[in-house]
């Protein structure tokens, strides 16, 4: 079955970094773009970034463009976040997705606290 587990998540002072890592099994991963999504309580989850199958191409919300970074392993079968320039409005749990089959896949998230 697909699993994706999230990691990597703390707590941080505004302009640190994180780095976000996403193991996934349970389908030809090298064969799906992937996603990160984040989510603040009462709010809906909000895509932050996309990878392409080979990386080659990627896509950023407005919000996070020039400050995340995303990555992706195809023989480790991960998928990496960075996070720089932190701040407080990037606090929320941060989920890895796959749509595969027409359903969406996402982890239990990892917790980003960015605070001072």
């Known amino acids: 079955q697909v699993q994706l587990v999230e990691s990597g998540g703390g707590s941080v002072r505004p302009g640190g970094s994180l780095r976000l890592s996403c193991a996934a099994s349970g389908f030809t991963f090298s064969n799906f773009h992937m996603r990160w999504y984040r989510q603040t309580p009462g709010r809906e989850r909000a895509l932050v970034a996309a990878?392409?199958?080979?990386?080659?191409?990627?896509h950023y919300s407005d919000a996070v463009k020039g400050r995340f970074t995303i990555s992706r392993d195809n023989v480790k079968d991960m998928v990496y976040l960075q996070m720089n320039s932190l701040k407080p409005d990037d606090t929320a749990i941060y989920y890895c997705?796959?749509?595969?089959?027409?359903?969406?896949?996402y982890g239990r998230g990892t917790q980003v606290t960015v605070s001072s």
């Open positions: 990878i392409a199958q080979d990386g080659g191409q990627t």
């Open positions: 997705n796959v749509l595969l089959n027409k359903n969406n896949y």
